[in-house]
């Protein structure tokens, strides 16, 4: 599987926007970025994924780089609410790939 | 929508025992898959089951088998239990395949081994 780096933990002020890096330089061309979350006492869960271009829903952005062997996750405006623990996975979308999870981001919300 | 339930909430078990935990996907999913958290790390893919089947396996013993029953809910069995197996045990389910492949994960179960 290709491996993703994230930093360890990030501290962010509460209503600030949140840059969340991720590399992935050995990415194939069949991989999609996913990222998701885990907040405390609970299991992960989706926020986003992309191929290619970025991709923007309800919870978050997906900026990729041009070479694809980088992506950053953008929270527009922080809440407390998204402290948590971000995980960005490589995952081939040919039918229902594990997921495979690193030890992600530990991110803390200042008030 | 119920979403992924899991049961139950925590679980304690002696070194030799076995364990069976428990999971209902989500409505209109048929897909589930079996992790394990262990503290401080992430989710470690152990199977996934579709179809009641076992279609993909991680790097687990055969100590740890799974079942999927016709309502496409499932069972994550643990034989001789290690010390080492105390851990959250999530389970998620999802579509089978296709641009929906997002997968939705349930609280977990938290086991610990004495």
């Known amino acids: 599987d290709a491996k993703t780096t994230q930093p360890n933990s990030m501290e962010s002020n509460e209503e600030e926007p949140v840059h969340l890096p991720c590399n992935h330089s050995?990415?194939?061309?069949?991989?999609?970025i996913h990222w998701y979350r885990q907040l405390p006492s609970q299991g992960p869960e989706y926020v986003i994924h992309?191929?290619?271009s970025n991709v923007n829903n309800r919870m978050a952005s997906l900026a990729i780089a041009e070479d694809r062997k980088s992506s950053t996750l953008i929270l527009h405006r922080a809440t407390l609410r998204d402290a948590a623990v971000y995980y960005c996975i490589l995952r081939n979308n040919f039918g229902n790939e594990k997921l495979t999870f690193g030890t992600g981001t530990r991110l803390t919300i200042i008030p | 929508d119920a979403g992924v339930t899991q049961s139950p909430t925590h679980l304690i078990k002696t070194r030799g025992q076995q364990v069976t935990l428990r999971c209902s996907p989500k409505s209109g999913h048929d897909t589930v898959s079996w992790y394990q958290q262990a503290l401080g790390q992430g989710p470690q893919f152990i199977f996934q089951?579709?179809?009641?089947?076992?279609?993909q396996r991680g790097n687990f013993p055969d100590r740890f088998s799974g079942h999927q029953f016709p309502n496409y809910s499932s069972e994550l069995n643990v034989n001789a239990l290690l010390l080492g197996d105390s851990a959250l045990y999530l389970c998620a389910s999802s579509w089978p395949s296709g641009s929906r492949t997002e997968q939705f994960f349930g609280p977990g179960t938290r086991l610990t081994v004495l």
């Open positions: 089951y579709y179809e009641e089947e076992e279609r």
């Open positions: 050995t990415i194939s061309g069949t991989d999609y």
């Open positions: 992309g191929l290619t």
